[in-house]
């Protein structure tokens, strides 16, 4: 058994009985939310429609590319120099 788990196993012995269903209950919505969290990430939307951006057009805002193991980088505006 890891270390933490070991940690875990011990605090739940510790706690008062009443307090140890709350925790079963809790740790089980933890599970379940993860688990439906992954269904629908993992769910084939097939083709979606476009979005409808309504009469005013998507929102102005500032460029950004993804650098993988950064995330999203926020590109600066060039200035035309003249």
Known sequence: MSAPKKILHEMVDALPE??????????????????EDNLWLEADLGALPPYDWGSNGPPEGKKVKYQPGVGLIIQEEQKNEG
């Open 18 to 35: 009443n307090k140890i269903m709350l925790l079963k209950r809790f740790l089980e919505d933890l599970l379940k939310e993860s688990n």
